[in-house]
């Protein structure tokens, strides 16, 4: 792992440094950022990858932040991340410019992420198919579309990243 994750200049201590080209996702919410990781590969990436976690932030307390040099991302990869940074800012950099800025929202739909808690629904083994239904309070709650049970987001454990 030590060589997929770069030693990128740290700023005062308290940045990790700008990149030229690619993506910055700023304001995860605090430990989200390992299932982002995971979502998007990154322990077995070429891609030179910044990791920020436990940062301060005035916005939300606590925060991590992910910095992915040369990589972009597919639409179904802005999903996936989504429901790990519901109010994160994905920063699309060139030439050390933000040429767009996107704050995630709450997917509708989730495909293909979790596997259902419910140990007696026909699809615990499998992944589910998930419809969001609330995020209440930093409170992400999900419905599974097999066994119709809503669960949330933090009671959720098991996951096929």
Known sequence: MQNQISNWAVEDKKHIGSIENGINIDHIPCG???YI???L???KSEYQTGIG???SSKKIGKKDLIKIEN????AQEIQAISLFAVGSTLSILKDFKVIKKVILAMPDVVHGIIICPNKRCVS???VSQFL???NRNNLIELKC???EKSFLLSDIKEYNL
Do not use: D, G, P, Q
Not at 71 to 74: G, K, W
């Open 41 to 43: 590969n990154l322990y």
């Open 145 to 147: 579309n097999y066994c």
């Open 53 to 55: 976690l436990n940062l």
């Open 32 to 34: 989200n950022a390992f």
């Open 124 to 126: 615990h083994h499998h």
């Open 37 to 39: 990781m995971k979502i």
């Open 71 to 74: 990589r972009e991302l597919s």
């Open 132 to 134: 969001a239904v609330a």
